[in-house]
């Protein structure tokens, strides 16, 4: 309840762009995998495509490796098999999935960080 109480004093009315922004996100992580499996090739149906992404998802949030590493690539392949896209472009499609929603976002917040840290150096405590 604790945690609930502080998600709520922190997003206060603000919480219709909370949630905008995090149905954008998966909108757009959706979009890269559609534009992934069209760039290789992989004709799919898109609501099928989109059930192989809301798996993956699903898979992402188990916590025994970040970001799902290793589950995202084996259930995304493996459903995007299913939904009739050749294994070898299911995985290649995944590859190209994860390159953009996973590993590119890793030096661009590294960067950010240091740009933060930066503008707003840390203030130490004087005893």
């Known amino acids: 309840m604790e945690q609930r109480d502080r998600v709520r004093e922190t997003l206060g009315r ?8 995090a149905v954008g996100r998966w909108g757009f992580e959706y ?9 290789i090739g992989a004709h799919a149906d898109p609501w099928l495509v989109l ?16 970001g ?26 995944t590859l190209g999935f994860r390159l953009v929603s996973f590993w ?8 950010a960080a240091w740009l933060f840290r930066r503008r707003f150096p840390r203030v130490t405590a004087r005893a």
């Open 14 to 21: 603000r919480w219709p762009e909370a949630l905008a922004a």
């Open 31 to 39: 979009f890269v995998l559609l534009v992934a499996l069209e760039a």
């Open 51 to 66: 059930l192989a992404f809301v798996a993956a998802s699903a898979l992402g949030m188990i916590p025994l490796t970040p």
């Open 68 to 93: 799902g590493l290793g589950f995202v690539e084996a259930g995304l392949t493996g459903t995007l098999a299913l939904a009739g896209v050749h294994a070898d472009l299911a995985v290649l499609a």
């Open 104 to 111: 590119l976002p890793i030096p661009a917040g590294l960067i």
